[in-house]
């Protein structure tokens, strides 16, 4: 079992910044995906970005070129530096670890983006 805390979330005006972080514990298998989902009110969860063990990311095209994506294998942590926020950013942000057919979550974390 692999526990998953995020930390980080808040509210903040648009065209702020925020950095979440997600912290895995347990017993954990690499290499893995891990990275960020968010599900806003009435919508399904979305990806937002990943990141592998070896550093390869991906990012969904409304988050490119404002969100970054990290991680620090040898803590086991994953980062999501988001810059220029936009009130439709605002949603619960989930942290997820992925290796094969084991899935984890996180409880997940607000951001809240005022106009």
Known sequence: QVRL???????????????????ASG???????MGW????PGNQRDLVAT?????DTNYA????GRFT????????TVSLQMNSLKP????????????RQLVYWGRGT????SS
């Open 69 to 76: 994506v990290s991680r620090d294998n040898a803590k086991n």
């Open 88 to 99: 439709e950013d605002t949603a619960v942000y989930y942290c997820k670890q992925a290796y």
């Open 51 to 55: 990141i592998t063990s070896f550093g």
């Open 5 to 23: 805390v995020e930390s980080g979330g808040g509210l903040v005006q648009a065209g702020g910044s925020l950095t979440l972080s997600c912290a």
């Open 27 to 33: 017993n954990i298998i690499k290499p893995n995906v």
């Open 37 to 40: 989902y968010r599900q806003a």
């Open 110 to 113: 607000q951001v809240t983006v």
């Open 61 to 64: 095209d409304s988050v490119k």
